[in-house]
Nanobody
């Protein structure tokens, strides 16, 4: 199983970015798809997640500014970042809970991370 993230970059405060993360490989099923971020010197924190049933969860620092969505047919999760602030600068990682075709257990997989930098 591989996760490929894209869409990071440099943006001015108040701007927007859209991140995408696609899962590929021997996938039987996908449960939760989400995004975490880690800023220098800080712990990794939840940005947003969405279950296969459509239940969403957002970190307190991004509520109202960020929207998570997923395309189950493409095994892809998106993160729309709006009204970005300098404190949103971090490496953003996608996290997906997957059951492989060769397994009966769910396991969490992480993408390689994509840098988001917001200038003031």
């Amino acid at each position: 199983v591989q996760l490929q993230a894209s869409g990071g970059g440099l943006v001015q405060a108040g701007g927007s970015l859209r991140l995408a993360c696609s899962a590929s490989g021997s996938i039987f099923g996908i449960n939760i798809m989400g995004w975490y971020r880690q800023a220098p010197g800080k712990q990794r924190e939840l940005v947003a997640s969405k279950t296969s049933g459509g239940i969403t969860d957002y970190g307190d620092s991004v509520k109202g500014r960020i929207t998570i969505s997923r395309d189950n047919a493409k095994n892809t999760v998106y993160l729309q970042l709006n009204s970005l602030k300098p404190e949103d600068t971090a490496v953003y990682y996608c996290n997906v809970r997957i059951m492989r075709t060769t397994s009966i257990t769910w396991n969490d997989y992480w993408g390689q991370g994509t840098q988001v930098t917001v200038s003031s």
